[in-house]
């Protein structure tokens, strides 16, 4: 299985990206896993409502460009479905089961993603009602597809 994880917006600390570096080299006994990160747009704190609108947008384009053809599209949502951990390995596994092999998860900036995006999702996946900074929750994304591999290995790291 292919997972794909498209974020945006670089992570500059040394603690996310080590434990980034960590989940992923976990995952790889389970999966390939694929990083893109796209660029965040300059959004001024005075910026208009359409003015953010506009960021949205062209992060989405760049988005919509590294979302791999054919791939089941998760973008992370807090109106989206909130899932247990056994539900998204479930998830996970079923997709595999369907004979699909290619997973994206899209992880938008500090601003949110575009409709576009959220329009082209298969699954909107919400963690919680709370707002996390996006480097942090590419390690809890990380974490929780590891823990669903896992899970689905029959392995006891989930305990």
């Excluded at 384009?61 to 599209?73: A, E, G």
């Excluded at 329009?119 to 590891?146: C, G, R, W």
């Amino acid at each position: 299985m292919k997972i794909t994880i498209i974020s945006v917006g670089k992570i500059k600390e040394k603690f996310f990206t080590d434990a980034i570096n960590e989940y992923a080299k976990r995952l790889s006994k389970f999966c390939k896993l694929i990083e893109e990160i796209i660029p965040d747009e300059r959004a001024d704190e005075n910026f208009s409502q359409s003015e953010i609108e506009q960021v949205k947008i062209k992060e989405g384009i760049k988005i919509f460009n590294k979302i791999p053809k054919n791939s089941y599209v998760f973008v992370l949502d807090v109106k989206g479905k909130q899932l247990s951990s056994e539900e998204l390995a479930e998830k996970i596994n079923t997709l595999g089961i369907d004979g699909i092999s290619d997973i994206t998860f899209v992880i938008g900036g500090s601003n949110g993603l575009s409709q576009d995006i959220l329009d082209i999702a298969n699954f909107k996946l919400s963690f919680s009602k709370m707002t996390f900074p996006h480097q942090l929750f590419k390690v809890i994304l990380l974490e929780q597809i590891y823990r669903a591999f896992k899970i689905n290995a029959g392995e006891t790291y989930h305990k």
